[in-house]
């Protein structure tokens, strides 16, 4: 029997698995799409890039398994394998190894991020040029002993430098957004929709485009490693 094979599909490269949270329809408690697809028995994987250097929104013929639709999840030392190419490439990397750490000294590591922008993009070939810097939506808990709002105000209003993106971007290469899984459920849907709105589509051309998934607590020491060349 002759198998259909989408453009999509065709992206997949070896040992990988697509990931990114996900909500069970009738379970509250949240499952990723690596677990889901492991227990399909697909290993890990960041979709190859499509056509136009970006990574597919979805992949397989169709966007209706949940499974396999961004963002994708990733470790760390998955991210810098695949997009460590290049003396800009790491010196970004540093920087974001760099943010996730100072979020951990902080107390902020019950979250995940998304990571977008011409960094998963394949723009040195699409635009003739590297990327700048990363864009990132941090979505954390806040840090027990600062969770009463009063508490809260006082400490992002100490800790500006992990908060403002403008900050983020001129010292870490880290375009970096927040959102405060602590405040009320209503308020974050609509910044998570306006976050995906943006990520999901590339600016100049307004493609559908996928994004990748990581945890803040993932695999950074080793990832740390890699980039300095020691590993």
């Known amino acids: 029997m002759k198998r259909h094979v989408s453009w999509q599909a065709a992206c997949l490269t070896p040992g990988g698995e697509p990931g990114g949270l996900r909500f069970h329809a009738c379970d509250r408690r949240p499952r ?21 250097g970006i990574l597919p929104p979805f992949i397989g013929p169709s966007p209706v398994d949940r499974a396999k639709v961004s963002p994708y999840e990733v470790t760390l030392t998955e991210l810098v394998s ?25 107390g902020i590591v019950q979250g995940f991020q998304w990571l977008d922008g011409s960094f998963i993009e394949d723009c040195e070939t699409h635009r003739g040029r590297g990327p700048k810097d990363i864009d990132i939506v941090t979505f954390a808990y806040r840090p027990i002993a ?18 403002n993106p403008v900050k983020t971007k001129a010292d870490l290469s880290c375009d970096a957004y927040y959102i405060d899984l602590n405040k009320a459920p209503h308020l974050t ?10 990520f999901s589509h590339q600016r100049d051309t307004a493609q559908w485009k996928g994004m990748l998934v990581v945890k803040l607590q993932s695999d950074d020491a080793v990832a740390a490693q890699m980039i300095a060349g020691t590993k």
């Open 32 to 52: 990723s799409n690596r677990v889901a697809l492991a227990a399909r028995g697909i290993k890990a994987l960041i979709p190859a890039f499509g056509p136009s």
């Open 82 to 106: 695949r997009f460590g190419t290049s003396k800009e490439r790491l010196q970004i990397l540093r920087g974001l190894v760099a943010y996730r750490a100072a979020l951990a000294n902080a």
């Open 146 to 163: 600062v969770s009463a709002p009063q508490d809260w105000a006082t400490f992002v209003a100490a800790n500006d430098d992990l908060f």
């Open 189 to 198: 849907v609509l910044d998570t929709a306006y976050f995906n709105s943006l």
